[in-house]
């Protein structure tokens, strides 16, 4: 695999596609074990999460429903001075068995906000699986309860993730050189 040129960025070959499918795998068969029964409904956050939901979802063989939704932040009243919002998601999550999948987890700051407004519908229970996460970025408390691969606090792309747009489309994970 070659360096790959993005905008004005050079980014180095990181996570092969065969590793990535087989973490995803893992995954799953983890979640097959841990939800046999119970049909959780996965919540999907795009953009960067579209492909490691769909591999994922492609591997489970228990009941499980899945929805794609967006966080949109913008200023508001709050204290905080922002407000996100979920577009897309128009379930009631009463008694649902949920399981948050994102792309990556870096300073925690998205799933530190976003969780506490999906607690409030009082869903059965709430995990999360993510495909990357950088622990020497986190701020914020997040456990991540289905994690693919702990990476270095570098800037990466591929597999969903892009720089300024472009980049989603690579099977493989490159990091910034
Ligand atoms: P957090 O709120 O945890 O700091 O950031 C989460 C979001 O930031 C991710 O869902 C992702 O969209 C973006 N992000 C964080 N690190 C990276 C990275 O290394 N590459 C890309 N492409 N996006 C990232």
Do not use: W
């Amino acid at each position: 695999m070659k360096q790959v040129k993005i905008h004005d960025k050079i980014f180095e070959p990181y996570l092969f596609e065969t590793e990535i499918q087989e973490q995803v795998k893992k995954i799953a068969i983890e979640i097959n074990k841990d939800y046999e029964g119970r049909k959780p409904l996965f919540i999907a956050i795009l953009n960067g999460s579209f492909m490691f939901a769909s591999d994922l979802f492609k591997n489970l063989t228990i009941d499980a429903e899945i929805c794609f939704i967006k966080l949109a932040s913008y200023k508001g009243m709050s204290s905080s001075g922002r407000v996100l919002t979920a577009i897309g998601l128009d379930m009631d999550l009463f008694g649902k068995e949920i399981i948050i999948v994102e792309d990556i987890v870096d300073t925690g700051k998205t799933l530190n906000e976003f969780l506490p407004k999906l607690l409030h519908q009082q869903p059965a229970s709430l995990k999360i699986a993510a495909l990357l996460h950088k622990p020497d970025a986190l701020v914020f408390p997040i456990n991540v309860d289905y994690l693919g691969f702990s990476i270095p606090n570098k800037f990466v792309v591929g597999y969903g993730l892009d720089y300024d747009g472009l980049g989603r489309n690579l099977k493989e994970i490159y990091k910034l050189v």
